[in-house]
């Protein structure tokens, strides 16, 4: 992959990042969503 091409992924996966944190209710967040929230953070680290 490309430079360019790997930046834009990037953003695109921070961007679902986003968006998945903001739709989440405080008050019916369980273990499982917050683990695959980290999941999805450590996956990003990993492509940077």
Do not use: C, G, Y
Not at 13 to 39: M, Q, W
């Amino acid at each position: 992959m490309q430079q360019q091409e790997k930046l834009q992924d990037l953003k695109v996966r921070l961007s679902e990042f986003v968006d998945r944190i903001e739709a989440l209710d405080p008050e019916e967040t369980s273990v499982e969503d917050i683990d695959r929230l980290i999941s999805m953070l450590e996956d990003l680290e990993n492509k940077m």
